[in-house]
């Protein structure tokens, strides 16, 4: 469904961002992408979406392919128009709306109203606490709250593939469950997952395909069970060495140098 082929971004001329980033997104998958900050992951998202011109970027090599087409030059509302959505990374809700004017906001583009309605209808059956509170103005909602309207809100207009920047950013243990399983009710429903993450073991734990990033390119790629079991994964995202012996992270934050990731 979506394949980002050998990907170079520049950012204002100089700052070389990706460098030959290769990920796929099957059609009906969840895929996660995982990598610290710095790694490249919002750039990747940004040039799937087509926000790198807002951020002085430019693909300078490759291709994004959405379903056999080159969607690299295409503007973001033709994108959103041909079945890509995102949550940006910190929810970005209309904080001064209510939550019934969020949701309508996310389905502006569908002029269908029977479309609008059937995702309307599937929104507030995924989330029934926003169902409850559909007046209520978006800005006192919990962070928990908040993330499930700003997914609502993407889901509007009955996307292909979701993108998903950080959901659990911030949230508590049990919020993070919450989004993890909405996640997988929204992936069984028919819509491909791309899920952007720092937080590997939600991430890997729903995940039917993961790549890791590092200085914007992919240095590990597998199946779920894989990553999870490879050493550097769990030193760094999991904080164990050896036999589960937990370290801090200034003991294993060097991981990124061993020649076997940078090769």
């Known amino acids: 469904m979506l ?24 059609d009906g998958s969840i895929v ?13 998202v940004r040039a799937v979406t087509g926000l790198l011109d807002v951020h002085e970027g430019d693909i300078t090599k490759g291709a994004v392919n959405w379903n056999g087409a080159d969607i690299s030059d295409f503007k973001p509302s033709r994108i959103v128009e041909s079945g ?6 910190g929810r970005r809700i209309f904080a001064e709306l209510t939550v019934e004017e969020n949701l309508n906001a996310g389905g502006f583009t569908v002029r269908d109203r029977s479309q609008n309605a059937e995702a309307h ?4 059956e995924l989330f029934p606490l926003l169902k409850s509170r559909r007046r209520s103005t978006a800005g006192y909602l919990s962070g928990g709250e908040q993330q499930m309207l700003a997914i609502g809100r993407a889901l509007m207009t009955d996307p292909q593939l979701l993108i998903l920047d950080e ?15 909405i996640i997988v009710d929204i992936n069984k429903q028919g819509t491909s997952v791309l899920l952007i993450e720092q937080n590997a073991v939600m991430a ?22 894989k990553l999870l079991a490879d050493e550097d994964i769990q030193e760094f995202y999991l ?21 076997r990731w940078l090769s």
């Open 204 to 225: 890997l734990s729903i995940a039917h395909y993961g790549y890791v990033m590092e200085s914007g390119k992919v240095v590990m790629d597998g199946e779920p069970k």
């Open 32 to 44: 996660a992408l995982l990598g610290c900050n710095g790694a490249g992951k919002t750039t990747t």
């Open 84 to 89: 890509i959505t995102q949550v940006m990374e």
């Open 121 to 124: 209808q599937r929104v507030m």
């Open 167 to 181: 959901p659990s950013l911030g949230l508590a243990p049990m919020l993070i469950e919450q989004i993890r399983d």
């Open 3 to 26: 394949e980002v082929a050998n990907l170079e971004v520049v950012y204002n001329d100089v700052v070389l961002v990706l460098r030959g980033l290769s990920i796929d997104v099957p």
């Open 239 to 259: 904080g164990l060495h050896a036999e589960g012996e937990r370290k801090s992270f200034r003991d294993v934050k060097h991981y990124k140098r061993r020649k």
